[in-house]
């Protein structure tokens, strides 16, 4: 709690720790309440010792008695409340009645005043101040302070009086709405608990709904009792000075009763152990209340209640009903289908200040699903909650998830939930079929005559709920470093269109009559905004490209006698190889199986010096598709043989 709520500064001996250690022990609040007599209050009279009085309080919301007009309202609020801080606190509506008068002050952005009425009762009007916890909106939220100065006086007929007073407000707050929050406070100047204006406010009747209770239980005869000494309000002086009583404190004459719904413990309700006398140790029992020491206050605020006042404060705390604080809406995003979609909510008590704890449980709808239970929140507290989303299968998901909670502005608080669950992508170097390893064949050519290829890579089938395809790296290798791709690797994303890229073959200063392969392996995963994704398979793409000389016969030619490279390897479909004879020769070139039986013949008869490139479709001699698996390309010339072996991918 802050240290303004603790009470006064405590300053004691060792024999009065233990007393004074139990009052300074206060709960924490929502707002502070202050009723104090300001003995006949004009413009410019005492404001020195009332500004070191209410800065030591730093009251929320302060009602007072004996103002005797507007100016004085003015300059109360102006010199003395907002001296230090201007626009600090507000003045209620001041109605001037018959006597001395009421007046009631705010702070700004504690409390939302919405009004002030006069209730006529006898001597002095009684004046009604409704206000409302800043931050709510809801009439529950709503509670009065009936400020009022009855009649002072021990004879029978000043009893009598206050007894007509009291029956007036009795019955006004016998009017009000069962489980109203209302207070009475003011200077009551009753003796004891049977005094009859005192009695009328607090007995039970048939129509209780006006009946006020003293939220300390302090009942009996207060005047001159020791046993009620921490109670006492009048006087903090021992002498009479300035129109006021002295005699030192021996009198509760200043009280704050409050209606039974104000002491329940929930919402709005009266903080146990708050209220108190400020500046009552206990140890001034008809003595001046800055006769040294004062085991509760500085000597500087002992002193400036005693020049302030006949009277002293009376102070007590309440707490603000609970608040929701939780977001409107919770989007999960899409999340990949089987994983466990999750996202966290949190529920806090936003309630302004300290506050009741705030008691609430959620309501998930379908497709969703979200903790059982009751939950608590303390003030300025929150929890957090995982909320999941249904993600056994692909589709969309949307949803109210409710929090249903003692807020009395927001008792059933909704939360729109939103988010997708959806398929794996599903990598492809074909359109139409799950392709994993391809070929990209720059073909045979000069130097300065080779072109760029593209390649696409697809997501396989994709729609709406299938994760977007993202090729997010890439490794390339071989082929002398002659191959790239054009403008460096970006990453990609592909969806219902492939994510497409160039590539390109350096052939500037390449070997003549020489073929160059490389190996691009993409690497794929599900779109890094789709919760649950993960790394796919790899793209294989086999680069080829052969560098024709400039007569197709390498200078070396007589000392070549070779079978290059089937390119590409493996393959998905039609390959390609180079066949080197030094001079004219007959040869043959064949597709064997593992077996050695045939497949297909590809070239047989004679042949001219160089270099003669040799294709194979795939096919066997009957024209089909042969199946996958590895095969040998197999030539002969003369009494060479030399075979490449070769993998079938389909």
């Not at 929050?181 to 039970?204: A, T």
């Not at 939220?215 to 009996?220: A, D, M, S, T, V």
């Not at 779109?527 to 197709?552: I, K, Q």
Request: hydrophobic share 40%.
């Amino acid at each position: 709690m802050s240290a303004r709520r603790c009470g006064p500064a405590i300053v004691a001996p060792a024999a009065a720790w233990v007393v004074v250690l139990l009052a300074a022990a206060q709960p924490a609040w929502g707002f502070r309440v202050v009723s104090y007599n300001l003995l006949d209050y004009d413009p410019g009279e005492r404001q020195a010792s009332f500004r070191t009085v209410m800065d030591s309080l730093d009251a929320d919301i302060i009602a007072v008695q004996e103002i005797k007009s507007q100016s004085g309202v003015n300059d109360f609020l102006n010199n003395v409340l907002n001296y230090a801080v201007p626009g600090k606190y507000q003045a209620m509506l001041f109605y001037n009645g018959p006597d001395t008068d009421n007046a009631c002050f705010f702070k700004v952005g504690v409390v939302d005043s919405i009004s002030a009425v006069p209730i006529f009762t006898p001597v002095r009007y009684t004046i009604e101040y409704t206000f409302r916890p800043s931050g709510y909106a809801s009439s529950a939220a709503q509670f009065r302070i009936l400020s009022t100065h009855l009649k002072a006086g021990d004879t029978p007929s000043d009893e009598t009086t206050r007894r007509t007073q009291t029956d007036v407000i009795r019955d006004y707050l016998n009017g009000l709405p069962s489980g109203s929050h209302f207070m009475v406070l003011g200077d009551l100047n009753v003796y004891s608990n049977v005094d009859q204006g005192y009695v009328r406010l607090i007995r039970s009747e048939a129509d209780n709904d006006g009946r006020c209770k003293d939220p300390i239980n302090k009942q009996g005869t207060w005047h001159d009792n020791y046993t009620f000494r921490h109670t006492h309000t009048q006087s903090p002086r021992d002498v009479s000075f300035g129109g006021g009583s002295g005699g030192g404190l021996d009198d509760r004459f200043d009280q704050i009763l409050v209606s039974y719904a104000f002491d329940d413990g929930d919402g709005l309700s009266y903080v146990p152990s708050s209220y108190f006398a400020f500046g009552n140790d206990g140890y001034h029992l008809n003595a001046a209340i800055n006769a040294p020491p004062n085991y509760v206050v500085s000597q500087a605020v002992a002193d400036a209640l005693y020049y302030a006042s006949d009277h002293i404060p009376v102070v007590a705390s309440f707490q603000a009903p609970a608040k929701v604080a939780a977001a409107s809406e919770l989007d999960f995003g899409a999340w990949i289908v089987g994983t466990t979609a999750e996202r966290t909510l949190a529920v806090g008590n936003g309630a302004v200040g300290d506050a009741d704890e705030l008691s609430y449980s959620l309501t998930a709808p379908s497709g969703f699903s979200a903790p059982g239970g009751t939950f608590l929140a303390a003030g300025g507290a929150s929890n957090d909650h995982t909320i999941s989303m249904d993600a056994g299968s692909a589709g969309s998901r949307s949803g109210t998830l409710v929090v249903n909670s003692n807020d009395l502005d927001h008792p059933a608080w909704n939360v729109s939930l939103s988010g997708s669950v959806v398929e794996h992508a599903v990598p492809s170097l074909d359109a139409s079929e799950t392709v994993l390893v391809d070929t990209l064949d720059f073909g045979s050519h000069e130097a300065g005559e080779f072109g760029e290829l593209a390649l696409d890579v697809h997501n396989l089938g994709h729609g709406p709920l299938q994760a977007l395809l993202e090729v997010y790296d890439h490794v390339l290798v071989g082929g002398d470093g002659r191959f790239s791709i054009v403008g460096g690797f970006v990453t990609k994303e592909a969806g219902a269109s492939p994510a497409s890229y160039a590539v390109a073959f350096d052939a500037d200063g390449a070997d003549e009559n020489a073929l160059y392969t490389a190996v691009l392996t993409l690497k794929t995963r599900d779109d890094a905004d789709v919760s649950g994704g993960t790394n796919l398979a790899d793209l294989v793409v086999h680069l080829s490209a052969f560098v024709l000389g400039g007569s197709g016969v390498p200078d070396d030619a007589a000392a070549v006698l070779a079978l290059g490279p089937v390119r590409p390897n493996p393959a998905a479909g039609g390959v390609a190889l180079a066949l080197t004879l030094p001079e004219a020769a007959d040869a043959s070139v064949d597709v064997v199986d593992v077996a050695g039986r045939v497949v297909r013949a590809l070239r047989a008869g004679p042949l001219s010096a160089g270099v003669h490139e040799i294709a194979w479709d795939g096919r066997d001699d009957r024209g089909a598709p042969v199946a996958s698996g590895v095969y040998f390309c197999r030539a002969t010339v003369g009494e060479w043989r030399e075979a490449r072996k070769v993998v079938l991918v389909r």
